[in-house]
């Protein structure tokens, strides 16, 4: 089979028209019913009851993407399978629950079978559908409607336009509690501690070495002394404050050391603050990871300190910690 460019860029460029309309079409389409959805799913959560997702076929597979769209974002949710729900799976539903049922056609039979069961255990339902007539939506308290005025399919039979709709219409469900919750990117990362995302989110007091890992010295000691200091913290640096009021006045760091022992025999005797950087660049511990990187990669430096908001050091980033946690 020759695929010929123009042809194929043609079909393609049609097909994602043709999903574009239809998202334009839900987006213009919404209503009253997905404010009384979006409150419905609130109440459910407030009352610590959790969200039921279930489709089949392609619907099976966007119910199960929201399902863990919600759970990121915090709301107990979970998918059930429409067919296993008929056999002994429905035993996760519970009263007060609300149960997302997923159709395009609004008549699948298994989810229509599964309706009078859920409802007999007092979950409430939401018919998300793009048939506003269908059996469904009739026998659903509460609905979720997107407009596809045809399928992308030049078949007309593969879901294409309709679960791309039903996709974005559940995440704007998703992303207008998440506003109403007030949920924060510290919330979100609590989430998700691993990967990319995880990373990113990671404050810094996360990452910043504490307690014996953090060598902190009077401006007046010895440089000597800074150094034995930073030798038992095993760091390549060390922050220097005012003596009474612990705020932090510069850092030695290897670089500043190696450049003090040209100044004559007697450097160790010196008082560090002859050699010391005044003025250090420094980061507040409830910025992000992604702030210190910014700074190490702005500035050239390989040691970060971070002050607390009377200025006194309370942690410590090393440049080379920062691979380890993939924030790079």
Do not use: W
């Amino acid at each position: 089979m020759a695929l010929q460019l123009k042809s194929v860029l043609a079909r393609a460029r049609d097909c994602i028209r043709i999903e574009a309309a239809a998202l334009a079409e839900t987006a213009k389409g919404l209503g009253a019913e997905f404010v009384e959805t979006a409150r419905a799913v609130a109440a459910t959560v407030a009352a610590g009851n959790k969200l039921i997702f279930t489709g089949v076929g392609k619907s099976a597979h966007i119910a199960q993407k929201l399902t863990g769209t919600f759970n990121s974002t915090g709301v107990n949710s979970c998918f059930l399978d429409a067919t296993q729900a008929l056999h002994g799976d429905v035993g996760l539903c519970a009263e007060g629950d609300l149960a997302i049922l997923l159709s395009n056609s609004g008549q699948t039979e298994e989810i229509l079978r599964l309706i009078p069961v859920l409802k007999r255990v007092g979950v409430k339902l939401v018919a998300f559908t793009g048939y506003p007539e269908s059996d469904l939506a009739k026998n659903a308290e509460h609905h979720l409607f997107y407009r596809v005025r045809r399928e992308a399919c030049p078949l007309a039979l593969a879901p294409t336009a309709s679960t791309t709709a039903a996709l974005a219409l559940g995440d704007a469900l998703a992303m207008v509690l998440l506003e109403e919750r007030g949920f924060t990117r510290d919330d979100f990362a609590k989430f998700h501690p691993a990967g990319n995302i995880g990373a990113l989110l990671l404050k810094v007091r996360d990452i910043m070495r504490t307690g014996d890992r953090l060598p902190v010295a009077a401006e007046t000691v010895t440089t000597q002394d800074a150094i034995l200091t930073m030798t038992r913290a095993k760091s390549g640096s060390i922050a220097l404050v005012q003596a009474k009021s612990g705020r932090l006045t510069g850092i030695l760091t290897d670089g500043d050391f190696r450049r003090s022992a040209l100044t004559g025999p007697d450097f160790l005797q010196k008082p560090v603050a002859l050699f010391m950087t005044k003025n250090p660049k420094v980061i507040a511990q409830d910025a992000l990871g992604v702030d210190a990187l910014r700074l190490f990669e702005a500035h050239k430096i390989d040691d970060l300190i971070v002050v607390d908001a009377r200025g006194r050091p309370v942690g410590l980033i090393d440049g080379q910690d920062l691979p380890k946690l993939k924030i790079v």
